[in-house]
């Protein structure tokens, strides 16, 4: 497999080239000229919601590159790494369409050459509660890889970096990593893409049996009234709220692992003296075999 590709994609009138790298001195050759490039990591399994995010990307630097790293650092033993879905071709195809200039394909090897023993822990306070709760050194494994594709996508030149708000801790933990780490890269925020039915898009949705996916739309519409009860509910009866929206997902056949309404800033738990704008309620629960999280800023 020749080690860049470059694909010619007719878009209207132009002709869109997208180059493939897969080794780090190829990227880093590719992108000498590159001043300020665009940058939107990625697992594959490309759905709508990453290509929005490589279409916000586009805007905001010279070159817009997006990257396909299946990351094992990031899986639990029991997790599905082995099955994640990988969908190359289809990948390739959406991300020369949505305008993609360099994607950055590193095979296991490329990335970690040797085991991965320099790792990036994030503050406990922030990245071991909620999802790092349920899933131990998740983002530890997050913060790591995202520190590394940071240092050969944008470490020549600093740069913007473009992650949805789906993964809302995700996001804070690599904002705060960024700020701490006085790194030359702006992150931004993409909206969450949903389904016609209000259903956040993501890669694992396409594990949901075809009733299941009838279902799913049930996590977002219980975050949905979680935030407009939250506000009208007196602080004292607040986590009894909570109980009981755990409870009515619980009652349809969900396994939640929490529901919960926390503050945007620092994910700590709500105060009385939190208000509308300040606020989001966050949710992962499994349906079926299918790990689904979603939330709501309030």
């Known amino acids: 497999k020749a080690a860049s590709l470059t694909m010619p994609c007719t878009l209207g009138k132009t002709l869109h080239h997208m180059q493939i790298l897969h080794s780090i001195a190829d990227l880093r050759a590719a992108l000498q000229g590159s001043r300020s490039p665009a940058f939107v990591p990625t697992m594959g399994n490309l759905h709508d919601g990453h290509l929005a995010l490589v279409r916000q990307a586009k805007p905001l630097g010279d070159v817009t590159v997006a990257s396909i790293f299946v990351n094992r650092l990031q899986f639990l033993p029991h ?33 970690y050459p040797q085991p991965q023993t320099f790792k990036v822990h994030p503050d406990p306070a922030l990245a071991d509660l909620l999802e790092g709760h349920f899933r131990p050194g998740f983002f530890t494994g997050v913060a790591t890889v995202v520190m590394k594709l940071f240092a050969c996508v944008l470490g020549q030149t600093g740069g913007v970096a473009v992650f949805g708000k789906k993964d809302y801790q995700q996001l804070m933990v690599i904002r705060h990593m960024v700020r701490q780490f006085a790194l030359p890269i702006e992150i931004v925020a993409g909206e969450t893409c949903r389904a016609a039915d209000g259903l956040a898009l993501s890669s694992r949705n396409g594990y949901l049996s075809l009733e299941e996916r009838q279902e799913a739309v049930a996590l977002s519409q219980a975050l949905k009234r979680l935030a407009q009860q939250w506000l009208g509910t007196a602080p004292s009866d607040r986590s009894l709220l909570e109980t009981l929206t755990l409870d009515a997902l619980r009652a349809r056949g969900w396994a939640p692992d929490y529901l919960t309404v926390r503050r945007r800033a620092d994910l700590q738990p709500a105060t009385a003296h939190d208000g509308p704008g300040t606020l989001v309620a966050l949710g992962a629960a499994r349906l079926g075999s299918t790990r689904l999280i979603d939330n709501l800023e309030f």
């Open 79 to 111: 997790e599905d790494f082995d099955s994640y879905p990988r969908t190359w071709e289809a990948d390739c195809a959406a991300l020369q369409a949505a305008g993609c200039d360099v994607l950055f394909a590193p095979r296991e090897a490329d990335l």
